[in-house]
């Protein structure tokens, strides 16, 4: 099981290349946190999700300044653009160390509202690597 400090260093690993520049922190980021939205939107909502991201923002912003930007903003379901504008602003470092932070104050917070199994179960999909590949496809003969 993945612990609360793991969490967003097992995504990244598998999401992000390594040296990646700061854009591509952002693209790896907003694209682990659309796949966030798709696998908890059909149990808790879009608001739902929406509260665990604001939740995560306002505990953050204290740590990372740079937050308070989006943290008073309206943010709408299934849109990452205004954290992919933050986040390629910075350091490559930073745009790293500020998604994890993120990442792993909602999984804290998810699970400590629904627990750490049901968590898992429901985020399965996060944590498999995309696929480069075509799919494999069956050959009748």
């Keep these: 099981m993945k612990t609360k400090e793991?969490?967003?260093?097992?995504?990244?690993?598998q999401r992000c290349p390594k040296n990646a520049s700061a854009s591509q922190v952002a693209d790896a980021a907003c694209t682990i946190w659309h796949d966030i939205n798709t696998a908890l939107s059909p149990v808790i909502g879009q608001q739902g999700v929406v509260a665990l991201i604001?939740?995560?923002l306002h505990l953050q912003h204290?740590?990372?300044p740079v937050l308070k930007t989006i943290h008073g903003s309206k943010i709408l379901p299934a849109d990452f653009s205004a954290l992919h504008t933050l986040l390629?602003?910075?350091t490559t470092t930073n745009a790293v160390l500020i998604n994890n932070a993120l990442l792993n104050t909602f999984y804290e917070l998810l699970t400590n509202l629904i627990g750490t199994s049901l968590t898992?179960?429901?985020l399965h999909v996060v944590f498999v690597p995309p696929s480069n590949g075509a799919p494999v496809q069956d050959i009748l003969s």
Aim: net charge positive.
């Design 6 to 13: 793991k969490f967003a260093d097992s995504i990244f690993a």
């Design 62 to 64: 204290i740590c990372y």
């Design 120 to 122: 898992h179960q429901l």
């Design 88 to 90: 390629i602003k910075e």
């Design 54 to 56: 604001k939740r995560s």
